[in-house]
């Protein structure tokens, strides 16, 4: 019986006749589907062939190798700067522009004033200084990259003074003294876990000091009894030895973060007022932008950094350049509710009930009886290494099935078109909508109910 049927495979020649367009993708999904073809005769899953049931695979394989690797998901996890989930997301007016930029040529590495050769970030210099009131500014790749051009720019070969408390790993093996050993200078600990004083920096200041080094805690807090010294006192410490200070901020916030209930976190223009000679920080964090590493500060020292053989190989690209100057526009246009990460750290919470409402009205209709299904209150984290233990409150739909593991509910709906990423939390399914976009809710009920039927039929 089998193999009879094995027979009656049509040859690839044939089968591509089906699907005529011709593209390499089409040819290797063909052969696939009718490997798969084969398998389920083999496994006595088929038990005929008809040229539907032949469509039927091979147009799965078409529409999977057709699926881009990194794709649109939806984020119903609430974290809003999720790492796993490209962080931050820009407003379809900044996606505009990029758009113009990248589709044509553009004058990148031309001042259009002189006609000569111009530097590539000159557009996000200007906003830049004027935002943080730095003096001068040099941008990266990224924030990694910023604090290793930094060190190794300005204390290759001697050594830096960091507070045992600040010693900080970070996601995806981003270490201080890993990035330390890497540039040649040297790492000096001062202090404890919990406790370092202004003298201990002191104490260790030595002929051979090229940096005195904060690093923000971004993803934990030392708690109870503590003490660290913080960015004034170092600069005093700083200027009275003549040793320059620089902070890694981390993810760097322009906006207070008190003006949303959240608790103090300096911002980039406090820092600076502080007096620091170098601070780094993350474009795509509370930024809200594109990757990239900025760095601003005293002049001098950032000619030097500028200057290092290192800045060429960090350099960013024009695609970077071109979000990062329409994100800064924003900023000094005060137009904050366009800067998507803005917009949803500020929602008010009726407003994220009413799509939490309306998600769980299109699923309670459809949804059987085995599952349950409510609207709740509930807490969710910024991510992104900014605010490690707060939480702004949210909504989330909350769907619990009988007899069957959520977490099953959870990895389907990972793998659905478009993929959607919730939360679990004590074996409930949680879809917080406080980063689900109105014109998501739709597609993301279809991705549920898809889900449902799948896991009713088996
Ligand atoms: C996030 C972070 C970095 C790394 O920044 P990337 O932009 O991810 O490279 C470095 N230091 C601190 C303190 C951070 O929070």
Same mark, same amino acid.
């Given at each position: ?192 876990? *919990? ?23 971004? *993803? ?129 919470? *009726? ?108």
């Amino acid at each position: 019986m089998g193999k009879e049927l094995l027979r009656k495979i049509p040859s690839v020649d044939r089968v591509l006749k089906m699907f005529p367009d011709g593209s390499k993708e089409t040819k290797e999904a063909v052969r696939k589907g009718l490997d798969k073809l084969r398998k389920a005769i083999l496994e006595n899953q088929l038990h005929e062939i008809t040229d539907e049931i032949i469509r039927k695979f091979i147009t799965k394989e078409i529409e999977k190798a057709k699926k881009f690797n990194l794709r649109r998901v939806i984020n119903a996890t609430g974290v809003i700067i999720h790492t796993n989930l490209g962080r931050a997301p820009i407003d379809n007016e900044v996606a505009e522009h990029l758009k113009e930029i990248i589709t044509g040529y553009s004058n990148l590495e031309l001042n259009l004033e002189t006609g000569k050769r111009g530097i590539r970030y000159q557009n996000v210099k200007e906003l830049l200084k004027e935002l943080t009131d730095a003096e001068d500014v040099c941008v990266v790749n990224n924030n990694a990259a910023a604090v290793l051009l930094v060190l190794s720019a300005l204390a290759a070969g001697k050594e830096v003074i960091v507070s045992r408390g600040e010693l900080i790993e970070i996601g995806g093996s981003f270490r201080i003294p890993d990035v330390m050993k890497q540039s040649g200078a040297i790492l000096k600990e001062v202090g404890t876990t *919990n406790k370092t004083h202004l003298k201990d920096y002191e104490e260790a200041i030595s002929e051979n000091t090229g940096l005195l080094l904060k690093v923000h805690t971004s *993803n934990y807090k030392v708690l109870g009894f503590t003490e660290s010294v913080d960015s004034k006192q170092l600069v005093e410490l700083g200027r009275k030895h003549g040793i320059p200070v620089y902070e890694d901020l981390g993810s760097g916030s322009f906006i207070d973060v008190r003006h949303y209930g959240l608790s103090y976190e300096p911002t980039v223009q406090n820092i600076v007022k502080s007096g620091v000679d170098v601070i780094s920080f993350s474009g795509d964090k509370l930024l809200g932008s594109a990757q990239a590493g900025i760095i601003i500060g005293k002049k001098e020292l950032i000619e030097k950094i500028k200057r290092h053989p290192l800045n060429r190989a960090l350099r960013i690209d024009k695609m970077t350049l071109a979000v990062l100057e329409a994100t800064l526009k924003l900023y000094k246009n005060e137009e904050y509710q366009k800067i998507p990460v803005w917009r949803m750290i500020s929602e008010p919470e *009726n407003s994220i009930k009413a799509r939490a409402e309306k998600l769980h009205k299109l699923l309670a209709e459809k949804l059987p009886d085995t599952f349950s299904i409510s609207v709740n209150r509930e807490e969710a984290e910024i991510g992104g290494g900014a605010l490690p233990l707060e939480t702004l409150p949210t909504f989330v739909v909350e769907i619990s099935i009988k007899d069957k593991s959520e977490e099953a509910f959870y990895e389907l709906l990972r793998k659905e078109e478009p993929p959607v990423i919730g939360r679990l939390k004590n074996g409930k399914l949680l879809l917080d909508m406080r980063t689900v976009k109105e014109e998501e809710i739709e597609v993301l009920s279809k991705s549920v109910l898809s889900v449902a039927k799948k896991l009713i039929d088996g």
